[in-house]
Each structure stands twice: as C-alpha cells, then as structure tokens.
C-alpha cells in the first residue's frame, strides 16, 4: 500500500487526499504498529482494530472499513489480506476488479472475481461500476 499511497501522492493535479486506514498494534492497544501511517498518508484514520491478513474478515479486522467506505475496489496482487478484502467487497455487494497478470497472485480468487491486464480495461470498470459511461 505504501507504492500505491506514494504513486497517487505524485499525481499532478490530483483530486484527493491519500486516506490511510489504521490498524491497531493489538487487542489491547489502539495506536498503530510501527510503520504506519505510511509517509504518503495525509489523512489518517486510526481504529481498534488488529486483525489482518488471513484473519481479514474477522469482525476485528479494519478490511471492514475499507471496503464499506469504497465505491469501487480494484484488487492488485497480494496475499491472505487482499484475498479477504476481496472476499468482503463480494460480501457486501462492492464493485470489484482484480488487475493482475495472473490469477494466482491473489490467492484463492473467487472466479466471480473479473481480471483484467490491461489499465484501459481497469479504467473501464470503474468508469461502470461509478456510472460515467455506457
């Protein structure tokens, strides 16, 4: 996430701000672990909640939040944590594209999952899923 923060930070002309959504250190302590915010993030938003990766749809996890707070999800490759975002956006009926160069670079992709490779086609979708083009 700290690529994907630092490359849309960079954009010239940019509309947004980089939101970082904060897990907890533990259970029992609230502040973030260490390394986060990434350096890129300009708003931050710190939660209760530790639980990640494999554990990513458990009610303690903040992929909840960063699900539920998008409009669109576009998956790039990544681990347990990814494939649990993307398990939740098909949970909650949040539009989902994967841009991968193969499948199995999320493991266990559900095949209701689209894939695409190419950045048009990413574009594209997410134009539908917001209702910008035909």
Sequence with gaps: METVSRAFHDVEGRQGLVIGVLPAAGPDDASPPPGYPNPWVELSIRTHLHLSGIEGT????????????????????????????????LRYGVPIVAYLQDRA??????????????????????????????
Excluded: M, W, Y
């Excluded at 009610?59 to 939740?88: K, Y």
């Excluded at 266990?108 to 917001?130: G, H, K, Y």
């Design 105 to 134: 670079e999320i493991p266990q992709l559900p095949d209701s999952v689209l894939v695409v490779d190419r950045l048009e086609d990413v574009i594209a979708f997410v134009d539908r899923a917001l209702g910008r083009s035909p």
């Design 58 to 89: 458990k009610v303690a996890s903040r992929n909840h939040i960063n699900v539920l707070s998008s409009d669109v999800i576009v998956a790039l490759p990544g681990a347990q944590g990814t494939r649990s975002e993307v398990e939740l956006a």
